[in-house]
């Protein structure tokens, strides 16, 4: 798959009024210059109205690592313990995890946890494949780091060990692991096809992440642009060991795959993204939302106000959830690494879920999703 893309079809279907979507879809993926192995779903009011792919090798049911799509599903079983009344968001975390102490974190409240406030985006030594799929063993070597500034004065996104360090409240409060939590809340009960930990019998479904293949010229300008980054985003990416981490290598490694790390360890479809999103804000095969009112207000109302001190980001999330600007200020979601994103909006009803396996340029961007949710959401107000 690293040579000239073939012709590409679009396959699937839209319901009546969402033909917008489909255009949208096929216009993006006639100009990308190889294939991006890409699967597009959308519910509204709980019904599937678009179901969309596109690839030399993806088909509807394909399954492949999302990234940081799954912190969607972790921060939705940290929102239901706390709807449950098991977790309390202003408890200190120590209260529920007492090795998580020293240098401030034993003050650090659970909802400032969540919402990227700790510090502790990772070790000075980073962490190794093995070792990153495994959150307990990340969740215990970050209860003993110094953070990279003081806990609660500032956030900055933990990229790939926020799963681990909310996990391990999840398991101190339950006796369950996030990923149990997960599989038998939500996951089971939906018939989701997204999972933090691949099971054995589905891996004929799974196809790996593919690496970019950018063109001469846009290598060229990467090289060019002199924007600055922030310092600690090489640490939060796990790029700062030796050798760095690679993205791709990360999402294929057969631990990451059966472990599921809740950072950025999950396998899916669109449509099991989706349907996450769906169950959460409404009515899902007569089952009722998983989420109250008053809850879905609380995970997408602002919680870190300024900038991001890892990505360039400002104003990023809610309650753990990344804030969807482009949709509206009542909606919450998550984006992924390849140029994934899932996320739902209670003003319109819709639950949006887009997966590629081969990675947008530059790095891990998708900028067709801005051009995808607008097509989206105006079916969906022409439906109201």
């Known amino acids: 798959m690293g040579g000239a893309r073939q012709d590409v079809t679009v396959n699937g279907t839209v319901a009546a009024g969402w033909e917008p979507v489909r255009e949208e879809f096929a216009a993006f993926v006639a100009a990308e210059r190889h294939s991006p192995e890409a699967q597009l779903a959308v519910c509204h009011d709980g019904r599937r109205v678009v179901d969309l792919w596109a690839g030399e090798d993806t088909g509807a049911d394909t399954l492949t690592g999302v990234y940081s799509v799954t912190k969607g599903a972790a921060h939705l079983v940290v929102a239901l313990l706390v709807q449950d009344g098991v977790l309390d968001l202003e408890r200190p975390v120590s209260a529920y995890w007492p090795e998580f102490t020293g240098d401030g974190k034993e003050r650090l409240t659970l909802r400032q946890l969540v919402s990227h406030q700790a510090g502790l985006i990772n070790t000075p030594?980073?962490?190794d494949y093995p070792e990153i799929a495994d959150d307990a063993l990340v969740a215990a070597r970050l209860a003993r780091q110094k953070p990279y500034w003081e806990p609660g004065t500032a956030y900055g996104y933990h990229a790939f060990v926020i799963g681990a360090l909310t996990g391990e409240v999840v398991r101190r409060a339950t006796g369950r692991s996030l990923q149990e939590v997960y599989e038998e809340r939500i996951r089971a009960p939906y018939g989701l096809d997204l999972y933090m930990g691949l099971p054995e019998q589905l891996e004929g479904r799974w196809k790996p992440v593919l690496d970019m293949?950018?063109?001469p010229e846009q290598l060229a300008a990467q090289a060019a642009d002199t924007t600055a980054m922030p310092e600690l985003l090489p640490v939060a990416f796990n790029a700062h060991r030796?050798?760095?981490m690679d993205l791709v290598a990360y999402a294929n490694h057969p631990r990451v795959k059966a472990l599921g790390p809740a950072s950025a360890?999950?396998?899916g479809t669109a449509r099991g993204v989706a349907g996450l999103y769906a169950a959460a804000i409404g009515e899902m095969d007569g089952r009722p939302a998983l989420l109250d009112p008053r809850t879905v207000a609380e995970v997408a109302r602002p919680h870190t106000p300024g900038p991001?001190?890892?990505t360039p980001e400002a104003d990023h999330f809610g309650l753990g959830f990344e804030r969807q600007h482009a949709v509206g200020p009542r909606a919450f979601g998550h984006s992924g690494a390849a140029g994934g994103l899932g996320w739902a909006d209670p003003a319109t009803g819709v639950a949006y879920g887009y997966t590629?396996?081969?990675f947008g340029f530059p790095g891990g961007a998708a900028p067709e999703n801005g051009r995808l949710t607008a097509a989206v959401l105006q079916s969906a107000r022409r439906e109201r």
């Open 308 to 310: 991001d001190r890892v």
């Open 125 to 127: 030594e980073g962490f």
């Open 356 to 358: 590629r396996r081969r």
């Open 242 to 244: 030796e050798p760095p």
């Open 265 to 267: 360890g999950g396998i």
């Open 213 to 215: 293949l950018p063109t």
